[in-house]
């Protein structure tokens, strides 16, 4: 392959044709002008990277602390809020007791296990008190008391309150000292039952930050913007705003330089976010400009020393390798150009045992197997895309293969209710749901319309109505113009099946079935809606981790877990299954479709 190269025209004084040549030529500038004109400015840069380095390395020595404080404080963060949105512990303290010894055994079962395991966890905690507001909950003063008798307490359970603080860590004074606690309200659905409050071991927190250096200063500022730790005593303990550190931290993660105790010092201001806490914590960290001089000093001197031996052995030694060196190297660069160009058939010899070497070698071996890694991982690419293929197919066909003995026992449970009750009409249901099943029986891998899930609902519907009789009643509301839509069959069924059993048949007079498909707003949306029995908020919940779940064992929501897995597979995270329910007043189940390039579902084909 013939290569054309565009040359730059010069001037016949720096016309130098060789490498070797300008190498020469560049080390000789290098020695006489650099070093004289620019050797000054140098140094004076190279004495503030010094610096800078150095601050770069208290900093991340400040990053690791924070990071252990981080994990300190969270833990300490966790252990509050898995205690007060403990749902046994709020009943706990919420329930009136009649009798104390009720009190005194669900004491010893369940919350002084949960004290004893988070003091054996987190070493830090010195203890833990519930001060509760349920005067018929029998205390020991130690683990329990009453928030009433507690006065300092009692203002910290106020102040929390009236600032929508989830959490604070402060002080309090106890017995005449000052002690370092956590304290949070313990409540639930907005009615608070006390105050939880843990004390802290403040020698033991005082020791992660304490530094070797005389000359550095470390302080912990809370979410509240409060030092709750400091290597300074004059610091401790006060809003950071009325003392020498106002207003640092609104630049965080960067230094500053500011004055304390009369001496000028460099801090930085390092931001590390606690779960629960809606600002950041702060790490600030203080050291004197003066040991920071010292240290820069120091690698100063060192480094110039250097510099003039390196620049004296690179005169001498360059003179000898740049002849043999750019000679080798411009074979290397003429093989890496044709490897540029796409010609991996190139091989080049520079001979020699040393870098260079093993770099020619390592191109040659690099052109002989490019081509052939290229293809390797288009392979590899194709064979990993087949497997997630097959396995995404496999488990929609489990899935599929579920639903199927799920609907037909349901069923059969409403005839077998109306054979045992002597119902008219028993032989007509059974023909239609011998009909029924026939259509299922043949189902395959492929999506249905609207229009015959549709059908099939109605076809439900009518065998539910055998059993439930006028207790049950239903319509239909359809935009005509989605009858044709791809959907995977019996997409709807396990929906109204799930929403007579467990909504109109748990309702005494029973209620009514919606059935509504209509168009929104780039999306279409399928909803099964009932005005019967509901669920509370608790119920619901469980109801959302059982469709979450990846390994639920709850049988009463497997036609509901089963439509919520398919969708989800199929249609990769274009469809959204929303469940809303109110107790006594009915549920509504909305499946919202997006609209996209494929509007037909991928049911494991």
């Known amino acids: ?34 070093v004289v004109a620019i050797g000054y400015g140098f140094l004076y840069v190279f004495d503030e990277m010094l610096l800078k380095q150095e601050t770069q390395r208290i900093e991340k020595e400040a990053l690791v602390l924070s990071e252990n404080i981080k994990y300190t404080v969270g833990g300490i963060g966790d252990v509050l809020a898995d205690f007060c949105s403990d749902t046994g512990v709020w009943q706990y303290f919420y329930h009136e007791y009649s009798y104390p010894e009720t009190s005194i055994a669900e004491y010893f079962s369940l919350i002084q296990p949960i004290i004893n395991s988070y003091r054996k966890l987190h070493p830090e905690i010195l203890s833990a008190t519930v001060y509760t507001t349920n005067e018929s909950v029998v205390t020991n003063e130690s683990e329990i ?10 203002s910290l359970y106020r102040l929390l309150a009236e600032n929508g603080t989830l959490w604070t860590m402060t002080t309090l004074k106890r017995n005449g000292k000052q002690q370092l606690v956590a304290a949070r309200i313990v409540g639930l659905y907005q009615k608070p039952v006390g105050l939880f409050v843990l004390t802290l071991d403040q020698e033991k927190l005082q020791s992660l930050i304490d530094v070797d250096s005389e000359d550095s200063n470390i302080s912990i500022v809370s979410h509240e913007g ?35 105790a009369g001496v000028e010092q460099q801090a930085q201001i390092l931001p590390f976010e606690v779960m629960g806490c809606e600002t950041d914590w702060y790490l600030i960290r203080m050291t004197t400009m003066s040991s920071l001089r010292r240290v820069a000093d120091a690698n100063y001197r060192v480094a110039a020393a250097l510099c003039v031996i390196i620049l004296f052995l690179m005169a001498c030694m360059s003179i ?81 293969s579920q639903i199927n003995p799920h609907f037909l026992f349901n069923t059969l449970e409403a005839v077998e209710y109306g054979i045992h009750s002597h119902l008219d009409g028993t032989e007509g249901i059974v023909r239609l749901l011998a009909r029924n099943m026939r259509r299922i029986a043949v189902w395959d891998n492929e999506p249905t319309t609207l229009r015959e899930e549709l059908l099939n609902v109605r076809e439900h519907l009518t065998i539910q109505k055998y059993r439930y009789g006028e207790k049950l009643r239903y319509c239909f509301d359809i935009d005509d113009t989605l009858l044709e839509m791809q959907i995977p069959k019996l997409l709807l069924q396990p929906l109204v099946e799930n929403a007579v059993t467990h909504g109109i048949a748990m309702k005494p007079g029973g209620g009514e079935v919606r059935v509504i498909a209509r168009r929104g707003q780039n999306s279409i949306v399928l909803a099964v809606e009932d005005d019967g029995a509901g669920m509370d908020e608790l119920t619901r919940e469980e109801l959302y981790q059982t469709l ?58």
Not at 18 to 31: D, E, F, G, T
Not at 145 to 154: D, I, M, P, V, W
Not at 227 to 255: C, M, W
Request: charged residues 25%.
């Open 145 to 154: 008391s009453y928030l009433a008798n507690n006065s300092a307490e009692e």
């Open 320 to 400: 000898l390798f740049a002849q043999r060196l750019t000679k080798r190297l411009a074979f290397i660069s003429d093989g890496i150009l044709h490897v540029e160009k796409g010609d991996f058939t190139v091989r080049v010899n520079v001979g020699g045992a040393d870098e260079v070497s093993r770099l020619g070698e390592s191109l040659n071996q690099m052109t002989g197997r490019l081509n052939t890694l290229v293809q390797e991982n288009a392979q590899m690419q194709m064979q990993q895309r087949e497997l997630e293929i097959t396995e995404r197919e496999a488990r929609i066909n489990a899935l599929q």
């Open 226 to 260: 409060n030092v709750v730790l400091s290597t300074l005593p004059s610091l401790q303990n006060y809003p950071i705003e009325d003392t020498e550190l106002a207003g640092i931290t609104n630049n965080p993660g960067q230094d500053a330089r500011l004055q304390v």
């Open 548 to 605: 979450n779940s990846a390994n639920s064992k709850n049988r009463e929501s497997i036609g509901l877990k089963n439509v919520a897995d398919r969708i989800r597979l199929i249609y990769d995270g274009r469809a959204q299954l929303v469940i809303n329910s109110t107790e006594d007043i009915g549920t509504s189940i909305v499946l919202t479709i997006r609209e996209g390039k494929d509007e037909n579902p991928d049911c494991g084909r």
């Open 1 to 34: 392959m013939e290569h054309r190269t565009l040359k730059r025209k010069r001037g016949r004084f720096f016309r130098l044709r060789h490498i070797r040549s300008k190498l020469l030529l560049s080390y000789a500038l290098i020695l006489i002008i650099p």
